[in-house]
């Protein structure tokens, strides 16, 4: 089943054009996003006055991504919380929230148990699930499927992709219920949604080779740092999350505007970091901010490796290494960004010949709390 692929990892990371693109179709008409699934169900996202986001691992950080894209569509407070931990604070949430879960296998037993909690609590509930038929979308009164098909590494990649795809779609669909996005808009963000796939493959077919020479450059490397910035943020999460997932290293992700108020004292000489640059068209201000975050870790000796945007020059005299992603909007680049850090993570458990498709002590679905 793994065709012509050194590892099921590997297929699905060159499955995450198709999971984008499979989870698009059938969804977009007229460059507006019509979900036949949520059709009927006007009255409750019009009903809404919150939305929490829960999930755990990856789905989480698909989350985070997707809840940036639901307040600035929707206008309505979004909040993310770990499903594990969300029904232990006795959270504020009634027939007046909307409580959306993400889960790739739509059985975790964390999310599962957060969903019905949230139910019992009179909240309305919503599962981004990739299983047809999965407990979670069976427990929730609306459901739309990532089509990612069937992931089986256990590490989440193309699931990721296809996750963060589907939010959108939903923000997109609530926003233009909520008559907040015109439909001029809303068409926009359409039209930067399809052209994710061809921009995906444009990286797995230029990033591909240098990434995974960095990975085995860096094979006996102890422990890796990642920065990012707004939605770079929970980029650098799942980056992190993924090298000790399946590389067994110490990784952490950090808000690049934390490093002074901590992280700055792990950099030591030689400290391998990445960081994400946002683009500097959208938004100077954050782009030049991480890259007076990029000097302020080179002069301390960090090892730079930058993603950021095909044409940025201003991060070239103070990267040691540049992955390249396409121009995209800024809530668009997180689907490009995670792709060398899915690649990498892949390229560095390679290296120290590890079994990147079955991690030890990690299971694809976590069926117990
Ligand atoms: C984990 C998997 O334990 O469950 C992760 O190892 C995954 O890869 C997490 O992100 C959540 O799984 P699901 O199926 O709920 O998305």
Known sequence: EKGGWSS??????SEEPEAVANTLRGRIQDGAVVIPELADLDDLFTGIDRIIIIACGTASYA???????????TRLPVHVELAHEFRYRDPVIDERSLVVSISQSGETMDTLMAVKYAAERGARTLSICNTQGATIPRESDAVVYTHAGPEVAVASTKAFVAQITAIYLLALHIGRVRGVLSPVEAAEHVRELEAVPGKIKRI????????????HWMADTRSV????RHVGFPIALEGALKLKEISYIHAEGFAAGELKHGPIALIEAGQPVFVLVP????????HDKVVSNIQEIRARGARVIVIAEEGD???????DEVLRIPL?????EPLLAVVPLHIFAMGLATA??????QPRNLAKSVTVE
């Open 8 to 13: 099921f990892m590997a297929k699905e990371v």
């Open 328 to 332: 995209a909007g800024p809530l668009f």
């Open 204 to 215: 797995l077919d230029t990033e591909q080779e240098h990434t995974t020479q960095l990975a």
């Open 225 to 228: 740092l990642f920065l990012g």
């Open 313 to 319: 020059a201003a991060v070239l005299p103070f990267a």
């Open 63 to 73: 989350g985070q991504v997707g809840a940036y894209a639901l307040e600035q569509w």
């Open 352 to 357: 120290k010949g590890l079994d990147v498709d």
């Open 279 to 286: 683009s500097p068209r959208e938004s100077s201000l954050l």
